[in-house]
C-alpha cells in the first residue's frame, strides 16, 4: 500500500492565524491528492482534490499545493468552524489511503 | 442534489455477516463509482472497495477475501457485505460517491451509520 504520512498530527491555533498542513506520500502519486475536512460526529467533507482544485463551496481561504509526493494543505486565516480533523487522501493507487489525520485545535 | 443514506443492522454477532444498504436520492447511481469507507471509534478512515454501475469492484486487500459490493440499478441502491466479523470490524461505515472527474476524489457522503460486532 502507498502510505500517507501526515504532519503535525495536531495543531494548536487561534483565529486569524495562517496554518499549512502537510501530507507526504511513500511513492509518486503525481496529483491523486485530496483533503477532507471531519468535525465531529459528521462525515468528512471533500475541501480539495487533485491537490489544488478547490471544491465547489469549500471557502476560498483554503488552498492546496504539492505534486509527485509532497503536498500542502493551508488555510490563510482560521475560522472559528474551521477547527477540525483534516486528512489527506491518495487515489492514484488502489487502496486509495488516507493520512492518519491533523487535528487541528483552538488555542 | 445527490445525497446518501445507510441502512442496515448496527449490531452484529462474532463471525457473522455484516450487511448495509446505502440509497442514492436525487440523482442517477449510473455513471459513478460507489465507495463504502469506514471508521473505527477514535481512529482513522479506511476506504473498503467501491463498485461501478457494471458490476466491476476493487477492494483494499487486507479485506477482499470477505468483503462482497453489489449494485441494483433500479433501485438505485448498492450494498456491502463483510463476511465473518471480529471486533475489530466495529466501526462507523460510510457509503460515498467516487467522481473519477476529481481524481477520484469522494465527493459526496452518507452520514455514517455505526456497526457494532458483540455477541
Known amino acids: 500500500d502507498t502510505q500517507m504520512t501526515q504532519t503535525p498530527s495536531s495543531l494548536s491555533a487561534s483565529v486569524g492565524d495562517r496554518v499549512t498542513i502537510s501530507c507526504r506520500a511513500s511513492?509518486?502519486?503525481?496529483?491523486?491528492l485530496n483533503w477532507y475536512q471531519q468535525k465531529p460526529g459528521k462525515a468528512p467533507n471533500l475541501l480539495i482534490y487533485?491537490?489544488?482544485s478547490l471544491q465547489s463551496g469549500v471557502p476560498s481561504r483554503f488552498s492546496g499545493s504539492g505534486s509527485g509526493t509532497d503536498f500542502t494543505l493551508t488555510i490563510s486565516s482560521l475560522q472559528p468552524e474551521d477547527f477540525a480533523t483534516y486528512y489527506c487522501?491518495?487515489?492514484?493507487?488502489?487502496?486509495?489511503?488516507f493520512g492518519q489525520g491533523t487535528r487541528l485545535e483552538i488555542k | 442534489q445527490v445525497q446518501l443514506q445507510e441502512s442496515g443492522s448496527g449490531l452484529v454477532k462474532p463471525s457473522e455477516t455484516l450487511s448495509l444498504t446505502c440509497t442514492v436520492s436525487?440523482?442517477?447511481?449510473?455513471?459513478?463509482?460507489w465507495s463504502w469507507i469506514r471508521q473505527p471509534p477514535g481512529k482513522g478512515l479506511e476506504w473498503i472497495g467501491y463498485?461501478?454501475?457494471?458490476?466491476?469492484?476493487n477492494f483494499n486487500p487486507p479485506l477482499k477475501s470477505r468483503v462482497t459490493i453489489s449494485v441494483d440499478t433500479s433501485k438505485n441502491q448498492f450494498s456491502l457485505k463483510l463476511s465473518s466479523v471480529t471486533a475489530a470490524d466495529t466501526a462507523v461505515y460510510y457509503c460515498?460517491?467516487?467522481?473519477?472527474?476529481?481524481?477520484?476524489?469522494?465527493?459526496?457522503w452518507g452520514k455514517g451509520t455505526t456497526v457494532t460486532v458483540s455477541s
Open positions: 460515498a460517491r467516487v467522481n473519477y472527474h476529481m481524481r477520484e476524489a469522494v465527493d459526496v
Open positions: 436525487g440523482g442517477s447511481i449510473r455513471s459513478y463509482y
Open positions: 463498485i461501478y454501475q457494471s458490476g466491476s469492484s
Open positions: 511513492q509518486n502519486i503525481n496529483n491523486y
Open positions: 487533485a491537490a489544488s
Open positions: 487522501q491518495q487515489t492514484y493507487y488502489t487502496p486509495g489511503t
